[in-house]
Each structure stands twice: as structure tokens, then as C-alpha cells.
């Protein structure tokens, strides 16, 4: 059992280069989340998809595209990247909005932009 | 503006006391939950507690929740080495199927 498993672990992009991090859960939740983490700023959510073929914006969407490609996969694409989109990404699911068995998170990718 | 904030900041006692971290939130919650994240790794979902309760228990795990003072306390007793990882509080508010998480607690353990 996998859970939650995010690609590419890290990556460096040049400024307005584009990319896509890939998430993928086989859990069979309904939720799929992408949050950043920047030091001294916890975790912030980007967007989020409470069903399938649902996207919401989050608390720091801009700069940022998702795609949820069917249940288990919800993508985030940065289309042109800015150094302060250096930051560790992470992706995570829930069943029932994580509010009975909370969220599982993947490992995380770790994207530096210059 | 952040949901949760934790304190301390970062916490450093040795092996076998117990640690106590604390979270603060601003607006009432459906339910407020505890993760821990070991270094360079994901966030894994220690346990949660609703609003209705005060307090819960899970192996050397306590949590209380006290909705009047919008405030939690994670409790871990008889720490070890294992334990030395961030700790984050989420908390959620009913808006939408999502957690607003704090800014976390470092906490080291030492032999």
C-alpha cells in the first residue's frame, strides 16, 4: 500500500520555466490537496479537490494551475516560475474531508527556482 | 493570517521527560487534529480530537481541547529520541473540505 506518492522528489527550474508535479493516491479518497511549506510558515494550501472533477482555490492559489485527472490523480502546474515558488510541495489525500482518520501526506517535492 | 499557532517555537528536553506543546486558533472548529513531520519527510496524521470533546488519549499521547479559550495541548509523555520531529495543529473550521495548519512546534529529544 503506497498511500500518497508524489513526483519528482526535487527538482531546480530556471525562472518561467514551467513544470508539473504529479500526486497519486490509491486509497480510494475522495480529497486531493496540494499545500506549500515555507520555513516559519507551516503549511499553506494552493488549491484543493474535494470530489472528482472538483478543483477550489486555496489560501495561495496565484501562480498556480491543478488538474484532477481522475480520482487518484490531482496535479499542479507552475507555468511560469518565479524564485518565490521555491518551496517543498506536498500533496495529500482524505476520505470525508479528514475528519475521521485526518489526511495522508506524500513525501513531498522540493523545487528551487533560480 | 495563520488558523493555528504553536508554542513554543522549538522545545529541546531529554529522553524520558515529557513534552508539552500548545495551539491557538481564531475561529470555532468542527475539529482540531495533531501531525507530526520527522525531517525531510511528509506529515503524518497522529490523531484528532471534535469539538465536543476535551479530551483524548492515544498511547503516550494526550490531547486536550478547550474550544472556550480556542486553544489544544499536545501532550507526549515518556519522550524518546524517536520522538525529535515537528508538530503541527490543524484545525478544521467547516469551510470546505480542508485543514488549516499551524506553524509547528520543533522539538528535539536528547539521549
Known amino acids: 500500500n503506497a498511500g500518497v506518492t508524489q513526483t519528482p522528489k526535487f527538482q531546480v527550474l530556471k525562472t518561467g520555466q514551467s513544470m508539473t508535479l504529479q500526486c497519486a493516491q490509491d486509497?480510494?479518497?475522495?480529497?486531493m490537496y496540494w499545500y506549500r511549506q515555507d520555513p516559519g510558515m507551516g503549511l499553506r494550501l494552493i488549491y484543493y479537490?474535494?470530489?472528482?472533477?472538483?478543483?477550489d482555490k486555496g489560501e495561495v492559489p496565484n501562480g498556480y494551475n491543478v488538474s484532477r485527472l481522475n480520482k487518484r490523480e490531482f496535479s499542479l502546474r507552475l507555468e511560469s516560475a518565479a524564485p518565490s515558488q521555491t518551496s517543498v510541495y506536498f500533496c495529500?489525500?482524505?476520505?470525508?474531508?479528514?475528519?475521521?482518520?485526518?489526511?495522508?501526506f506524500g513525501s513531498g517535492t522540493r523545487l528551487t527556482v533560480v | 493570517s495563520q488558523q493555528g499557532e504553536e508554542d513554543p517555537q522549538a522545545l529541546s528536553i531529554q529522553e524520558g521527560e515529557n513534552a508539552t506543546m500548545n495551539c491557538s486558533y481564531k475561529?470555532?472548529?468542527?475539529?482540531l487534529q495533531w501531525y507530526r513531520q520527522n525531517s525531510g519527510r511528509g506529515l503524518v496524521h497522529l490523531i484528532l480530537?471534535?469539538?465536543?470533546?476535551r479530551e483524548k488519549h492515544s498511547g503516550r499521547l494526550r490531547v486536550t481541547l478547550d474550544t472556550s479559550k480556542k486553544s489544544s495541548s499536545l501532550l507526549i509523555t515518556a519522550s524518546r529520541a524517536a520522538d525529535t520531529a515537528s508538530y503541527f495543529c490543524?484545525?478544521?473550521?467547516?469551510?470546505?473540505?480542508?485543514?488549516?495548519f499551524g506553524t509547528g512546534t520543533q522539538l528535539k529529544v536528547e539521549l
Open positions: 480530537i471534535r469539538s465536543n470533546e
Open positions: 495529500a489525500s482524505s476520505e470525508g474531508g479528514g475528519r475521521r482518520d485526518g489526511y495522508t
Open positions: 490543524a484545525t478544521d473550521t467547516g469551510g470546505g473540505n480542508k485543514l488549516t
Open positions: 486509497m480510494n479518497h475522495n480529497s
Open positions: 479537490s474535494a470530489s472528482e472533477g472538483t478543483t
Open positions: 475561529t470555532s472548529i468542527n475539529n
